[in-house]
Nanobody, 128 residues
Framework: QVQLVEFGGGLVQAGGSLRLSCAAS????????MGWFRQAPGKEREFVAA????????YYADSVKGRFTISRDNAKFTMYLQMNSLKPEDTAVYYC?????????????????????WGQGTQVTVSS
């Protein structure tokens, strides 16, 4: 079993920055594909960013490309989402997600059904 805990959310003005962290416990961190999703009030959960189990390649939703950066620190068992140039439409609860099984593939997954473990979410609010 793996537990994911997100932190780093909060209230920020438009144009500001936040860094979300997702700490994992319970099993080896490396060799798992990971991703970030978000859900705004009244909307479905949507993909934000993801990276494969190995390698440094990443993939972003068009709405955040060029503003958000996903990264991981295997030694700290932590994944990050650096969010810059935030917009009011980025307001949502942000979730980190973990594939259910390890992999030695750089494949990146962008749908929520691809992930088996989820954090509890952290609120990000961007004021105009």
């Amino acid at each position: 079993q793996v537990q994911l805990v997100e932190f780093g959310g909060g209230l920020v003005q438009a144009g500001g920055s936040l860094r979300l962290s997702c700490a994992a416990s319970g099993r080896a961190f490396s060799n798992y594909a990971m991703g970030w999703f978000r859900q705004a009030p009244g909307k479905e959960r949507e993909f934000v960013a993801a990276m494969g189990a190995i390698g440094s390649s990443s993939y972003y939703a068009d709405s955040v490309k060029g503003r958000f950066t996903i990264s991981r620190d295997n030694a700290k068992f932590t994944m990050y989402l650096q969010m810059n140039s935030l917009k009011p439409e980025d307001t949502a609860v942000y979730y980190c997600a973990f594939r259910s099984s390890p992999s030695y593939s750089p494949t990146i997954y962008s749908t929520s059904d691809d992930y088996g473990y989820w954090g509890q979410g952290t609120q990000v609010t961007v004021s105009s």
